[in-house]
């Protein structure tokens, strides 16, 4: 069955600087990913959706990659914020395409 | 819209007793999926409807566990006998389409303690 792998370890960084999440996946081929913030005692909200041919979407201060041959995403947050502290969880189609698999997601914490 | 709403925000409840736990759609989303979010095995989808029709329900994780859509605008996820281990955050979520072009709108979740 199809794995999704987030680092598990939080990612703390200095306001300012460049955040970058990585998502793995093995075990099939998505047509598409996407990825999510969380807010302690809230439910996910989405941010982007990239597809397999697209190798790189972008909205406003966020940036994702999709790399088919690596099966990676990589998620950035340029010029990061406190305000952008958050767990970040990114989103693949099950094998039959019709709902979504969800990694366990990467906490960032940015610093003033 | 009011976006996802669920209820209730939090339950506490007997080891044995009936848990109910309610979700409202955004109107006009013909998807509603089920997760349950605990800190080990993070966001595990349960259940989901298409039109009010239940479509998959394999990861609904024993016969205790039983959702029902009677309308477009109204789901519940019950489960009977409640055991301790069920415990965790309950998300409702919905959306236009299942496919790739639109993304998850999620409620606030309810959070089960089941001692």
């Known amino acids: 069955s199809q794995k999704i792998e987030q680092n598990s370890e939080a990612l703390n960084i200095q306001e300012g600087k460049t955040a970058t999440l990585t998502c793995n996946y093995t075990?099939?081929?998505?047509?598409?990913l996407q990825w999510y913030r969380q807010d302690p005692g809230r439910g996910p909200v989405f941010l982007l959706l990239?597809?397999?041919?697209?190798k790189e979407k972008r909205k406003e201060r966020l940036k994702v990659t999709f790399d088919t041959t690596l099966k990676q995403s990589l998620f950035h947050i340029t010029a990061s914020q406190p305000a952008d502290s958050a767990t970040y969880l990114c989103?693949?189609?099950?094998?039959?395409?019709?709902?979504?698999?969800f990694g366990k997601g990467t906490t960032l914490s940015v610093s003033s | 819209d009011a976006g996802v709403i669920q209820s209730p925000r939090h339950e506490v409840t007997e080891m044995g007793q009936e848990v109910t736990l309610r979700c409202k759609p955004i109107s006009g989303h013909d998807y509603l999926f089920w997760y349950r979010q605990t800190m080990m095995r993070g966001l595990e989808l349960l259940i989901y409807?298409?039109?009010?029709?239940?479509?998959?329900d394999s990861g609904m994780p024993e016969d205790r566990f039983s959702a029902k859509m009677p309308n477009a605008s109204f789901s519940t996820l019950k489960i009977q006998p409640s055991e301790p281990r069920d415990s965790a955050v309950y998300f409702c979520?919905?959306?236009?389409?299942?496919?790739?072009?639109?993304?998850?709108?999620f409620g606030s979740g309810t959070r089960l303690t089941v001692v």
């Open positions: 989103a693949l189609p099950n094998q039959a395409g019709t709902a979504l698999i």
């Open positions: 990239i597809r397999e041919n697209e």
């Open positions: 409807f298409n039109n009010n029709v239940p479509i998959d």
């Open positions: 979520a919905s959306s236009l389409g299942g496919g790739p072009n639109y993304g998850y709108t």
């Open positions: 075990n099939y081929s998505p047509a598409y």
